[in-house]
């Protein structure tokens, strides 16, 4: 049901039947061969409490909770229970992490080291720029397999604002050159245009003619004009990227370029929302272009815009001068 009717990712998948195989055990143990329909909310409750002993935080007994309800929903859907016991478990409050986002002017000399350029981009964005003529230094280890394409990652994470999983989904034809952005799918499946700007496009066209002279050398030339938009560097084929190797491109790069720790893709996906709020951007234009299906996911990053609040009160209020 998961992945016929409600498009889940594979990585959602993997994760559900993660949890509701856990929660299987647990039953096991403490039911043994007893039928599901004789499950309660106590039962769901007991093992929460099993899962809090074994140190998990209160967001991965979350995870598992939701999982658990959701495999419940479908049983008293398909007639297999009378009714879902997970609906009595209350979800563990989870605290309020702020998502920590580097600077504009951090992302931007990131970029800018990768070969980046500056100018207009698109209307708000702050990592709009011109292209550069000079040279920029390069990537070293891992993360320098392939610098254009490495460029190109940071350039559709942070200047489209698009999930790790969906820039791995990109195909050749994902991109819409003549109005200026490309297609994503996000999560459900669901499809969206998100606009390509001047570097990002600029980016990728240096990318494409490489990865064409790549795949021709490897006689994989019917893949030039199809196929998936960004390939492993080593492998001969057109061998999609995986999540975790953008993950690791760009914790790489973003360690070699002073950045924090844990920077990772979601980062530069919260950087984009944070620095286009603070911009002035709209709220919804933002959230249409993140693919939030509720827009109070998006009002998440006028919490993280903290320094704007404070600069508006010590500019206007009378007790702050």
Same mark, same amino acid.
């Given at each position: 049901?998961?992945?016929?009717?409600?498009?889940?990712?594979?990585?959602t998948?993997?994760?559900?039947?993660?949890?509701?195989?856990?929660?299987?055990?647990?039953?096991?143990?403490?039911?043994?061969?007893?039928?599901?329909?004789?499950?309660?909310?106590?039962?769901?409750?007991?093992?929460?409490?099993?899962l809090?002993?074994?140190?998990?935080?209160?967001?991965?007994?979350?995870r598992?909770?939701?999982?658990?309800?959701?495999?419940?929903?479908?049983?008293?859907?398909?007639?297999?229970?009378?009714?879902?016991?997970a609906?009595?478990?209350?979800?563990?409050?989870?605290?309020?992490?702020?998502?920590?986002?580097?600077?504009?002017?951090?992302?931007?000399?990131?970029?800018?080291?990768?070969?980046?350029?500056?100018?207009?981009?698109?209307?708000?964005?702050?990592?709009?720029? !011109?292209? $550069?003529?000079?040279?920029?230094?390069?990537? /070293?280890?891992? @993360? *320098?397999?392939?610098?254009?394409?490495?460029? +190109?990652?940071?350039?559709?994470l942070?200047?489209?604002?698009?999930r790790n999983?969906?820039?791995v989904?990109?195909?050749?034809?994902?991109?819409?050159?003549?109005?200026?952005?490309?297609?994503?799918?996000? !999560?459900? $499946?669901?499809?969206?245009?998100?606009p390509? /700007?001047?570097? @990002? *496009?600029?980016?990728?066209?240096?990318?494409? +003619?490489?990865?064409?002279?790549?795949?021709?050398?490897?006689?994989?030339?019917?893949?030039?004009?199809?196929?998936?938009?960004?390939?492993?560097?080593?492998?001969?084929?057109?061998?999609?990227?995986t999540?975790?190797?953008?993950?690791?491109?760009?914790?790489?790069?973003?360690?070699?370029?002073?950045?924090a720790?844990?920077?990772?893709?979601?980062?530069?996906?919260?950087?984009?929302?944070?620095?286009?709020?603070?911009?002035?951007?709209?709220?919804?234009?933002?959230?249409?272009?993140?693919?939030?299906?509720?827009?109070?996911?998006?009002?998440?990053?006028?919490?993280?815009?903290?320094?704007?609040?404070?600069?508006?009160?010590?500019?206007?209020?009378?007790?702050?001068?």
């Amino acid at each position: 049901m998961l992945r016929d009717e409600r498009g889940a990712s594979e990585h959602t998948l993997r994760a559900y039947a993660r949890e509701v195989r856990g929660f299987a055990a647990y039953l096991q143990e403490t039911l043994g061969d007893a039928d599901v329909a004789s499950v309660e909310h106590t039962h769901i409750r007991g093992y929460l409490a099993v899962l809090y002993d074994k140190g998990l935080t209160k967001a991965s007994v979350a995870r598992a909770l939701a999982a658990v309800r959701s495999w419940f929903k479908w049983l008293a859907k398909s007639g297999l229970v009378e009714s879902n016991p997970a609906r009595l478990v209350s979800t563990p409050k989870l605290p309020k992490h702020l998502p920590r986002v580097p600077s504009m002017e951090e992302l931007n000399g990131v970029l800018d080291s990768l070969g980046g350029s500056s100018g207009e981009k698109f209307a708000s964005h702050p990592s709009a720029r !011109k292209p $550069r003529m000079d040279g920029a230094p390069r990537d /070293g280890g891992e @993360a *320098a397999a392939w610098p254009e394409r490495d460029r +190109v990652i940071f350039e559709l994470l942070y200047g489209c604002g698009i999930r790790n999983s969906e820039l791995v989904g990109l195909d050749v034809g994902s991109i819409h050159w003549s109005d200026d952005a490309i297609r994503v799918f996000g !999560k459900g $499946r669901k499809e969206r245009l998100v606009p390509l /700007g001047d570097a @990002a *496009a600029e980016a990728l066209r240096a990318y494409i +003619v490489q990865r064409q002279s790549r795949l021709e050398a490897a006689g994989k030339g019917k893949f030039v004009h199809e196929g998936p938009l960004l390939i492993n560097a080593r492998t001969r084929g057109a061998c999609r990227l995986t999540t975790r190797s953008v993950g690791r491109i760009v914790k790489a790069i973003a360690l070699s370029r002073g950045l924090a720790a844990d920077v990772h893709p979601h980062t530069l996906r919260h950087a984009f929302g944070t620095h286009m709020l603070e911009e002035g951007a709209d709220l919804r234009a933002i959230q249409e272009m993140l693919g939030h299906e509720r827009l109070s996911t998006t009002q998440r990053y006028t919490q993280l815009t903290v320094g704007q609040v404070q600069k508006v009160y010590d500019e206007t209020h009378p007790r702050a001068r």
